[in-house]
């Protein structure tokens, strides 16, 4: 009977085990990790189905629109592309969620919150910001045709709100960049001898938009021109949220330089603790309407 029971539980075991490795190489293979993504994802729309059913069998490419969890408002993907990544971010992960002594100002200001985007991406930040706020102005800048082209969906999918687009790249002088254009949220301005290049737009920030409240900076690294201009000091943005980039900083700590700059502007600070990600978020905000 021992034996019996033994033997049973031997093969128990090793059935369990041959199950394991092959669920181990099922989670490891693109397959599984595909899998495991969508259904991290689906949890952030209200058309948890729709987006399920888009991710396994649409095209890579294919745009999709959906709602926020608990939300009206309108967002708009990419199939099986970094796209529900950037929503995970911002939605699941709080990647701008303010913290307590900027939340304070920003729901003090008397006035529909006046919001410059620059990096627009896809919308998914503007569409978190009209989600959390009434009636807010919102001007995104995104110089990627292809991401333009999302942004302009997720805008018009979220009309009447009073949210418009410039289609260039955010700098402090009016002209034209060079411009990797990924299709992605890690497209940038880069130097002419790169092959894949192209000329875009360029617009002087400062002059575009003196009037906000609320100016989110992600633009992989043509942040550090922007920082180093005068004109930050009087700058009418009350709150400044800035992702940082190592790209393109000058040598030393670039968060550090990120802090530096926005409190010589007169802004307090608070910053994500240092690691080894070569990017980071730092928040800038004045007390008062500035």
């Not at 333009?148 to 805008?155: D, E, H, Q, S």
């Amino acid at each position: 009977m021992r034996a019996e029971v033994s033997r049973r539980a031997a093969v128990l075991v090793r059935g369990t085990i041959a199950r394991s490795r092959v669920l181990s190489r099922l989670t490891k293979s693109w397959r599984g990790q595909h899998l495991i993504s969508v259904a991290r994802h689906c949890s952030l729309v209200r058309e948890r189905r729709r987006f399920v059913g888009n991710e396994l069998f649409r095209p890579p490419g294919f745009r999709a629109a959906y709602r926020l969890r608990n939300s009206d408002v309108h967002i708009v993907l990419r199939v099986r592309t970094g796209d529900a990544g950037v929503l995970r971010e911002i939605i699941a992960l709080g990647a701008y969620e303010p913290p307590d002594a900027v939340a304070r100002i920003l729901t003090s200001i008397p006035t529909p919150v006046r919001v410059l985007d620059l990096g627009g991406n896809v919308g998914i930040f503007g569409a978190f910001v009209l989600d959390r706020f009434k009636c807010p102005a919102i001007i995104s800048v995104e110089p990627d045709p292809e991401n333009a082209l999302v942004l302009a969906a997720c805008i018009a999918a979220n009309a009447p709100a009073n949210w418009t687009s410039i289609q260039a790249c955010a700098g402090v002088a009016d002209g034209r960049v060079a411009f990797a254009a990924y299709g992605s949220a890690h497209s940038k301005v880069v130097g002419d001898e790169v092959h894949e290049a192209v000329v875009l737009p360029m617009i002087d920030v400062f002059a575009m938009a003196s009037n906000v409240h609320y100016v989110k900076i992600d633009i992989e690294g043509s942040e550090w021109p922007i920082l180093a201009d005068p004109r930050l000091a009087q700058w009418s943005a009350t709150v400044i949220v800035l992702e940082w980039h190592a790209h393109e900083s000058q040598p030393g700590d670039p968060r550090e330089a990120a802090i530096e700059a926005l409190s010589a502007a007169g802004y307090e600070t608070a910053a994500e603790p240092a690691g080894d990600h070569p990017h980071g978020i730092v928040w800038g905000w004045r007390s008062a309407p500035h």
